[in-house]
């Protein structure tokens, strides 16, 4: 079974902190994906990445960057979190689009992130 | 106008009723289409995934394509209060890899 981790389920942060969430998938995906999901405006898009070291921003990127140093693993960071930042953050993974009929997403578990 | 659109609902059926689950796009070059179930808290898991124009049937579920129409639904057949959940609609286009989801479709089955 396709398995992805997320590294907290729930995180509570300060404003101005330096957060970091992690996520990690074992299936040997290319892609990696970060949304994040809010009631009423649904799952939007941060950044993906579609090999190590790249990445390319989805549609709400501010206030994100994101880090791909192994194939595995696809990092969110927080640079200063922002009340607004206050959101589910969920990580999914695919095959690249090369491989056809198997593109589907996984989703990790999803971190609960309030920011105070 | 969005990329993909559902009707947000919510849905109610009675218990062993078909359930019937509508989603538009707005990409013809569109080529791959799948039905995620939320539950409350709980991120998104795959039950279907359709390429080809037609019924794609597993189990209780039945996907449905139409390509010409930019249309894709799901069915729920003898539907069970295990399946209240959020049915998201996905669409991945030719482009890249990115996914467009729906906001949603609520579904509650009452017992």
């Known amino acids: 079974d396709v398995k992805v981790t997320q590294s907290s389920r729930y995180l509570v942060k300060r404003t101005g902190e330096k957060v970091f969430l992690e996520c990690v998938q074992d299936m040997d995906h290319e892609n990696m994906f970060w949304y994040r999901q809010d009631p009423g405006l649904g799952l939007r898009l941060i950044y993906f990445s579609y090999d190590v070291k790249m990445k390319e921003k989805g549609d709400i990127p501010e206030g994100y960057s994101v880090s791909r140093e192994k194939k595995e693993r696809f990092s969110l960071i927080l640079e200063s979190a922002s009340t607004n930042q206050t959101s589910m953050y969920l990580c999914a993974s695919s095959f690249r689009q090369t491989y056809r009929l198997r593109d589907e997403q996984f989703f990790g578990p999803g971190t609960r992130l309030t920011v105070l | 106008q969005k990329e993909v659109e559902q009707n947000s609902g919510p849905l109610s059926v009675p218990e062993g009723a078909i359930a019937s689950l509508n989603c538009t796009y707005s990409d013809r070059v569109s080529q791959s289409f799948f039905w995620y179930r939320q539950y409350s808290g709980k991120s998104p898991e795959l039950i279907m995934s359709?390429?080809?124009?037609g019924d794609k049937e597993d189990g209780r579920f039945t996907a449905q394509l139409n390509k010409a129409s930019q249309y894709v639904s799901l069915l729920i057949r003898d539907s069970q209060p295990s399946d209240s959940a959020t049915y998201l609609c996905a669409v991945n286009r030719d482009t890249g890899n990115q996914f467009y989801f729906g906001t949603g479709t609520s579904l509650t089955v009452i017992p």
């Open positions: 359709i390429y080809s124009n």
